[in-house]
């Protein structure tokens, strides 16, 4: 009676169903990328020579300064994290009506558009080029680096929360409805609490990554310790950058922890 | 009190859920609506508050049409129409309290909800609902910390916060145990007595409905095929609205699952005695 069945079974393919033709695509890209790697143009001269120049990077890491250039460095600081928090808080609010509009089950079609718009603007380009241009018209300094940052957590949190309002329980938003509730009612009693924790959540994690934009914008002239780091670099200083970029990941791993924990609370 | 004249929906993707539909119900009766799985029941329910829009016909609510009206009238005539879900739709994340006080939300100015500040006369409601339904201590708990038959209740008296005229009720045993089920439903019909409501059930629960409702309307592909009291509901109805099925095999088993109940019942009320 068994052995009438198969005993061999293969997994049939799932994406490309004609074997040949998956096989040639495999063969095709390995290919592509091999030729790809050729066209690498290294100078295997300047490779060695700049050894050299990336120890001593590394040295001035394992021996940083903290205290030569410690005024400049707090400044920075202070600056992006002054930067920081205001952005993060600027962008938020102004992502909040963006990110409702930008729902497709509770906006108009014409408001959907309009903030969707808004939304792919802001998270197609990227944060250096927006601190160039914020730089080149408000002057070198941390409120075009404060500027840069809200634009981006536009991009960031409107997109998030209008993916998470979407994906929300219907049935709740229905019943107040329901209710004879009006629309900001609606917002208030179904779509709020149900989105509130991961708004958090992401408020908090954008908070993260705003600190370290900070840190690379302020190469472009935006401001904050991304501003000294660059000081530091140009000035062949590497202890005093090697300091600064302890005292970013230090930061950045304390946020990290921080918002991870947060995030772990509200659940 | 409640007249449905002609009543149609057809969806975009050209289904038509429910079908040339006239029903009347008067003031104080309960009807259960029964019928297969997508046969309109919900839509029906839906179209009556206008959380689904009807492509054709009429209602009207103790003399005001409900179709047709403009955004702003027509959520002060939904103020008047209590909705119970399945599966509760209560507010997870808010309190017991801010779920029955939604039930308010027509009533109060946006300001008013938004900083929880209700007239003292809508609290002074909320904690009498909860009491009616027993979950007075419950009052500041979140509603996901409830069981479903204490969700249920919350459910409840978020409709009746609302000082309904009507009550549309949508599968509100469906995720209940048998017990707690009939719990619900005494309790549902007990509530529409006091307050000589009219309501409309949407129930999977053939057993169910011929316990508690006295008038019950059959749907089938959206359209009525039956209409008439719990003795009326025949095998031959009962094929007309679900199709061939052994329904008397379906009364034996209820009437074990009742036995069961009682024996359940008999034996805990031994042992607390005991």
């Given amino acids: 009676m068994t052995a009438a069945y198969p005993t061999r079974w293969r997994r049939p393919p799932q994406i490309i169903r004609n074997r040949r033709l998956a096989r040639a695509l495999q063969l095709g890209f390995a290919l592509w990328f091999i030729a790809a790697l050729a066209t690498l143009d290294l100078d295997w001269a300047r490779v060695a020579e700049g050894w050299s120049r990336a120890l001593r990077f590394v040295e001035g890491f394992l021996q940083p300064d903290f205290t030569s250039r410690w005024r400049d460095i707090s400044r920075g600081l202070v600056e992006s994290l002054t930067m920081t928090l205001t952005s993060t808080v600027v962008g938020v609010a102004i992502s909040i009506p963006i990110g409702i509009g930008a729902a497709r089950n509770l906006a108009p079609r014409w408001i959907y558009a309009i903030c969707r718009s808004i939304i792919a603007v802001s998270r197609a380009v990227q944060e250096i080029i927006i601190a160039i241009f914020f730089v080149a018209m408000f002057g070198f300094g941390p409120f075009a680096g404060f500027l840069t940052l809200s634009f981006a957590t536009i991009g960031f949190i409107a997109k998030l929360l209008a993916d998470d309002i979407e994906d929300l329980d219907e049935a709740q938003v229905e019943a107040v409805r329901a209710t004879g509730a009006g629309w900001m009612q609606v917002i208030n009693y179904a779509v709020q609490p149900q989105v509130m924790p991961r708004l958090i959540g992401l408020s908090v ?5 705003n600190f370290r934009e900070s840190a690379v914008i302020g190469i472009v002239g935006a401001g904050g310790i991304g501003a000294t780091l660059n000081t530091s670099i140009d000035r062949y200083e590497y202890d005093s950058a090697g300091a600064i970029l302890l005292i970013i990941i230090a930061i950045v791993m304390v946020a990290e922890y921080g918002s991870s924990y947060l995030r772990k609370f509200l659940q | 009190m409640l007249d449905l004249n002609g009543l149609t929906k057809t969806y975009k993707t050209g289904d038509r859920a429910v079908n040339d539909v006239s029903l009347s119900v008067p003031k104080g009766q309960i009807v259960g ?5 997508g046969a309109g029941k919900s839509s029906l329910i839906r179209c009556i508050n206008r959380l ?4 054709a016909g009429r209602i009207t609510l103790a003399g005001t049409e409900l179709t047709g009206l403009g955004p702003r009238a027509l959520r002060r005539q939904r103020r008047r129409i209590g909705m119970i879900f399945q599966e509760y739709a209560l507010v997870e994340r808010l309190t017991v309290m801010e779920n029955v006080l939604s039930g308010r939300l027509g009533y109060v100015s946006f300001w008013q909800s938004f900083t929880r500040r209700f007239p003292p006369a809508d ?3 909320a904690y009498a609902l909860l009491d009616r339904v027993g979950l007075l201590d419950h009052a500041d708990k979140r509603a996901d910390a409830l069981s479903g038959g204490q969700r249920q209740r919350v459910g409840i008296a978020r409709a009746l916060a609302q000082d309904p005229e009507l009550l549309l009720v949508d599968e509100p045993t469906a995720s209940l145990d048998p017990k707690t089920s009939r719990q619900i439903m005494r309790l549902l019909t007990e509530i529409c007595a006091e307050r000589d409501l009219p309501a409309i ?3 999977h629960d053939v057993a169910l409905a011929r316990q508690f409702l006295p008038r019950i309307v059959g749907l089938r ?8 009291t719990p003795a009326d509901l025949t095998d031959i109805a009962l094929t007309r609205i679900y199709g061939d099925e052994d329904w008397d095999a379906m009364r034996r088993a209820e009437a074990e699952d009742e036995a069961e109940t009682r024996e359940a019942l008999a034996a805990r009320d031994a042992m607390v005695l005991a």
């Fill in chain 1, 205 to 209: 994690y954008r908070l993260d990554i």
């Fill in chain 2, 52 to 55: 689904v829009e009807p492509t």
């Fill in chain 2, 33 to 37: 609506l029964i019928g297969p799985s």
């Fill in chain 2, 123 to 125: 609290i002074a409601r």
């Fill in chain 2, 221 to 228: 592909a959206g359209q009525v095929v039956f209409d008439g």
């Fill in chain 2, 201 to 203: 059930v949407n129930i």
